[in-house]
């Protein structure tokens, strides 16, 4: 979404750059579809290296099977009402809200790029925002109280431990309730991070997997003797 973001509101670099596209082959015209727009866009993010390759990767799967079937997609961008816009994003949102999201933030890019190459005016992308969230509420976020007593504790480890799903999630989560770290630091756990046959095991966290990168020093954790034991029967990927 930062990336996104940063794309909406383009450097001077880069408004040049896209400024000196509009020459080259397979130049946008005002005829040029949403998609054409797209495909000239993504190209120049690639060309330079604003995202990285697996960024352009993945937004490439995005986009493409969610906006392929609107009817707007094969239409002049130029002549593409917000309307056009909004209608399938909302029904999207319905399904999938993160997608609709992420297909929103890309679309949001797309328009200034059209702009910039002077072949439609003001983005029509500001009436869809609006709609958008008109039409539908953010989520209220739930915060769930700490577990401070044994009791629930015990009873939320059991529950991870019959839980359905594949291994690997429920160790991920015993891991995290044994040891009270994010859990993106849970998910990239490696186990040259862990030092199980020391006199005091320990769990050693870099800090540029941290959220906190500004500070000195990796995180060492200490790593409970019934943890160890139970994380020295798990299988070892490497």
Known sequence: ??????????????IAKAAAAIDAPGKLTARSTM???????IADIEATKFWSPTNVTLNKRRINPHCAPWKCWTKPIADIPADDLAVPLLALRNSAPHTAKKIKDLVAA??????????IGPSPIADVKEQYQHNFKQPRKQHFDALTEWKPLAELVEAIKGANGDA????????QAATVQRTGEVIGARWS????????????????????????GDQVLHVAPAVVAWLKTLPRHR
């Open 35 to 41: 998609q054409e727009t797209w495909e000239h866009w």
């Open 168 to 175: 690997s999630v429920r160790h991920a989560m015993l891991l």
């Open 110 to 119: 797309i328009s200034p790029h059209a702009a910039v190459a002077k072949i």
């Open 193 to 216: 991070e862990f030092s199980l046959d020391a006199k005091v095991p320990t769990w050693t966290i870099p800090r540029s997997r941290m959220k906190l990168k500004d500070r000195e």
């Open 1 to 14: 979404a930062a990336e996104a973001q940063r794309a909406v509101k383009p450097e001077p670099v880069r």
